[in-house]
């Protein structure tokens, strides 16, 4: 599953330098994680509480490969790249629309838990929603 959405930089997520702080990347990297869980039908805490088993984040690996300015339009893509055993990698890549360049390019390690904190396989409905 694929999921895109448009990001439109604001002054607040600029430094002094005028560019994107790098820690904004990791807040759209998180915003591309529900948009994708949202778009599968898993709406966060319900879909959690129906099955006993939560995803969290154990690993975000970032390449920042270029700046993004104030109010430039931006476009993240966010990609199932696995789903097995008790983890799933998400993918992502963020875009400059003027010129088609990529800003960044992520991986988030997601682990599946249990109520006991323990890992568990991806659950069925997961792997329903996220592979169609």
Do not use: C
């Not at 476009?75 to 875009?95: F, H, I, M, N, P």
Request: charged share 25%; proline share 3%.
């Amino acid at each position: 599953m694929k999921v895109t959405l448009p990001i439109t930089v604001v002054a607040f997520e600029t430094d002094y330098g005028g560019v994107v702080s790098n820690t904004r990347y990791l807040e759209y990297i998180e915003r591309g994680r529900y948009a994708l869980l949202h778009q599968a039908g898993l709406w966060v805490e319900k879909t959690w509480q129906e099955i006993g088993v939560q995803p969290v984040v154990r690993q975000v690996q970032v390449d920042y490969l270029g700046f993004a300015r104030h109010e430039e339009q931006l476009e993240l893509t966010v990609d199932v790249a696995e789903l097995r055993g008790a983890r799933g990698v998400l993918s992502y890549e963020l875009k400059r629309l003027s010129d088609g360049a990529v800003l960044m390019r992520a991986q988030q390690t997601i682990a599946f838990l249990n109520t006991q904190w323990r890992p568990v396989r991806v659950p069925e409905k997961f792997l329903t929603a996220l592979t169609s």
